[in-house]
T-cell receptor, first 114, second 118 residues
Framework: GDSVTQMEGPVTLSEEAFLTINCTYTATGYPSLFWYVQYPGEGLQLLLKATKADDKGSNKGFEATYRKETTSFHLEKGSVQVSDSAVYFCALKGGSSNTGKLIFGQGTTLQVKP | ETGVTQTPRHLVMGMTNKKSLKCEQHLGHNAMYWYKQSAKKPLELMFVYNFKEQTENNSVPSRFSPECPNSSHLFLHLHTLQPEDSALYLC?????????????????FGPGTRLTVL
């Protein structure tokens, strides 16, 4: 079945450092790919998404490119802030064996220190 | 109120209690979801309701009983829970077109109910 694998955390960075959180997926067909973020004490919020190969999703300085050849959707940010500390979830929806459900990775905790 | 709201935010209950979690969405969506988030585990989808009909039950124990009286409200009734059921329970909603791929791929989440079973 469809699945999402994220790099294990926690990831600890200093403010203004470059961020990469790796995400790879297994799915048949043409799923949509997402990054959700969960700030402490809150539910998940959509951060960005891409619906087809080579699309780039971007929001709040974060970017991720849908790479079908490497089945990846890595999250990047050029300069992180303390306020970016949160748990980040990669997810997919709409692979041919998974028509309606969001499939989440296990989440990666990011800690940004001043 | 906007978005997806959940009450209560925190709940402590004994194993013999009966309680209910409530979710309300103010987005005009037609699909609603219950997820369980436990420490060090991926998010687990529990139930899906599309157009008020339950379309997914991911092998959830019968001590969890969902109810969807209309497209804006979703309940999770709890009874005789176990300590391992302690978790954050998240509700979400989305607009679906009935084919499964969705008019909008985006699910909107509530803040969750932190449940502790003693």
């Amino acid at each position: 079945g469809d699945s999402v694998t994220q790099m294990e955390g926690p990831v600890t960075l200093s403010e203004e450092a470059f961020l990469t959180i790796n995400c790879t997926y297994t799915a048949t067909g043409y799923p949509s790919l997402f990054w959700y973020v969960q700030y402490p004490g809150e539910g998940l919020q959509l951060l960005l998404k891409a619906t087809k190969a080579d699309d780039k999703g971007s929001n709040k300085g974060f970017e991720a490119t849908y790479r079908k050849e490497t089945t990846s959707f890595h999250l990047e940010k050029g300069s992180v802030q303390v306020s970016d500390s949160a748990v980040y979830f990669c997810a997919l929806k709409g692979g041919s064996s998974n028509t309606g459900k969001l499939i989440f990775g296990q989440g990666t905790t990011l800690q940004v220190k001043p | 109120e906007t978005g997806v709201t959940q009450t209560p935010r925190h709940l402590v209950m004994g194993m013999t209690n009966k309680k209910s979690l409530k979710c309300e969405q103010h987005l005009g969506h037609n699909a609603m979801y219950w997820y369980k988030q436990s420490a060090k585990k991926p998010l687990e989808l529990m139930f899906v309701y599309n157009f008020k009909e339950q379309t997914e039950n991911n092998s959830v124990p019968s001590r969890f009983s969902p109810e969807c009286p209309n497209s804006s409200h979703l309940f999770l009734h709890l009874h005789t829970l176990q300590p391992e059921d302690s978790a954050l329970y998240l509700c979400a909603s989305s607009q679906e077109d009935g084919t499964g791929r969705g008019v909008s791929d985006t699910q909107y989440f509530g803040p969750g109910t932190r449940l502790t079973v003693l």
